[in-house]
């Protein structure tokens, strides 16, 4: 077909008298008829027939178009070859309306460097088509439906064992991964961790960077890749260099990358092109720290009203996921509510619960100064889509020297089975101890003590007796 045809008022009118002949061509193809498709004379026909379908749940007869909107229709022969004709033209020709009824309008938001909006409004018109994936037929074989769910998701390691193992596998691509901590916490620890993990497996991977500098990640970095504490670095450069060069002969591409706050999904889609386009190579997954600092692609939305800028921003993220089929994770701040909970739930995210309600997964970071000296991490799984480990809990190793995060050791895992079991035995003879009274020391000089008052009481009753029968005899 020529991209380039003229969709003129004849070939617009033939396509209204097929929907009028065949109901059921009108009625699979509704869905993407607009009334400003057609040129002004037919624009009242296509109206009165969405609306009369729409009130009546029936096309009206061409005997009630004529009248109603004086435009003659005439009734056509179709055939099975005739419908594939239409539907084909008639699908290109609505793409064709929507994109130039997009391209007139983005004229104003291009004179406002509203540029988010223009590519939305773009990408809507050339998406727009008729509905021909009927789904999955849930009985047909099953077998076949399973093998491509497991080659085909994308499934990818955390580098955690004990985190994979409660989310099935790992983090999927195309979904969005957010974990959530109080400030200082280690949320961009536990992405740059997990980017090290992906590189080191031999993935492409771009690290986002909102707060630290280029140079001051990368340098918590050369510690966890090396094993060289932070306050050595600068002690060992030369050692460094040549670790870091010789492990990145058997690693994947890392990337950091430092972006201003307030910087948008656009942004980091023209960055990932830019990237493909001068390295040849595309990334796996992304890392970005951190979601709040983001900005939505459309400027009309007031960073004040953090539910909607949150959502626009995590569906954004998640539509980038999807659209270059990588493993996207990010970074969430926990509000003060959080600080002395042990349990975390959605009302300890900061800002808008509608991130939240966007990720696939959630993952809350809890922590103390004392835990990170005895080289602990202990993470809570807020939310997860895919699989049924919502509300557990993954302890994980910390080095404290060069910031690395692993899965426990066998002799870490022991410790802290003995320590909790400790710990329970200390509680439950704490909560079954009982307080007996204490004996007095000389018990029988008290009683004898006791007996002596009462006798005195005795004596003295006796004698105010006497004295007041006495007194009335006289």
């Known amino acids: ?11 617009q009118k033939l396509f209204l008298e097929f929907c009028a002949t065949d109901p059921e061509l009108f009625v699979r193809v509704k869905n993407i008829v607009k009334v400003e498709y057609f040129s002004r004379k037919l624009a009242n026909v296509a109206k009165f027939m969405l609306e009369h379908s729409e009130e009546y749940n029936a096309l009206p007869t061409i005997e009630q178009i004529q009248a109603t909107c004086g435009v003659e229709l005439k009734k056509v022969d179709i055939d099975e070859r005739h419908k594939n004709w239409f539907f084909d033209e008639f699908e290109t020709f609505c793409r064709h309306k929507a994109l130039e009824l997009a391209i007139i309008q983005s004229a104003d938001l291009l004179e406002k460097g509203d540029y988010g ?10 998406r727009i088509g008729l509905t021909k994936d009927l789904g999955t037929n849930y009985f047909i074989d099953p077998k076949a439906r399973l093998l491509a769910l497991k080659d085909n998701n994308g499934t990818v390691s955390t580098g955690w064992s004990a985190l994979d193992h409660k989310l099935y596998g790992g983090f999927n691509k195309g979904e ?13 620890l536990f992405l740059q961790n997990l980017a090290l993990n992906w590189a080191n497996v031999g993935m492409n991977v771009i690290y986002f960077t909102f707060e630290l500098s280029e140079e001051l990640s990368s340098m918590r970095v050369d510690s966890m890749s090396t094993g060289v ?12 260099d040549l670790m870091v060069r010789m492990q ?6 890392f990337q950091l990358k430092y972006m201003s706050s307030g910087a948008t999904v656009n942004d980091l889609r ?5 990237y493909e386009v001068q390295t040849g190579t595309k990334p796996d997954c992304i890392c970005v720290d951190y979601l709040d600092l983001l900005m939505p692609i459309s400027k009309r939305v007031s960073p004040s009203d953090l539910f909607i800028k949150d959502k626009y921003v995590s569906e954004e993220l998640r539509n980038l996921a999807v659209e270059q089929q990588i493993v996207l994770t990010t970074a969430s701040q926990l509000n003060r509510s959080s600080v002395e909970e042990t349990e975390f739930d959605h009302s300890h995210i900061a800002g808008g619960l509608s991130k939240i309600q966007t990720a696939d997964n959630v993952i809350g970071i809890q922590t103390s100064r004392a835990m990170r000296e005895r080289g602990r991490y202990l993470i809570q799984l ?11 809990k993954i302890n994980l190793a910390f080095n404290i020297d060069t910031l690395r995060i692993t899965d426990l050791t066998e002799q870490q895992l022991a410790e802290d089975d003995s320590m909790t079991t400790s710990n329970m035995a200390s509680s ?13 020391e000389n018990q029988g000089a008290q009683v004898a003590e006791k007996v002596e008052q009462v006798a005195n009481l005795r004596s003295i009753l006796k004698s105010k007796r006497h004295q007041y029968s006495s007194e009335n005899d006289l």
Request: aromatic share 4%; proline share 2%.
């Open 270 to 274: 023209s960055y990932l092109k830019e």
């Open 117 to 126: 909006q223009v590519e939305d409004k773009i990408k809507h018109a050339v």
């Open 248 to 253: 990145g002969q058997k690693s994947g591409k």
């Open 229 to 240: 504490a932070s306050n050595e670095i600068f002690k060992k450069i030369d050692d460094i």
């Open 1 to 11: 077909m020529n991209d380039l045809k003229d969709y003129n008022e004849e070939l």
């Open 382 to 392: 807020m939310k997860t889509r895919s699989s049924g480990g919502v509300g557990t």
């Open 176 to 188: 969005l991964n957010i974990f959530a901590g109080q400030s200082g916490a280690g949320k961009s």
């Open 428 to 440: 439950i003879k704490k909560r079954t101890s009982t307080i007996t009274p204490k004996k007095p």
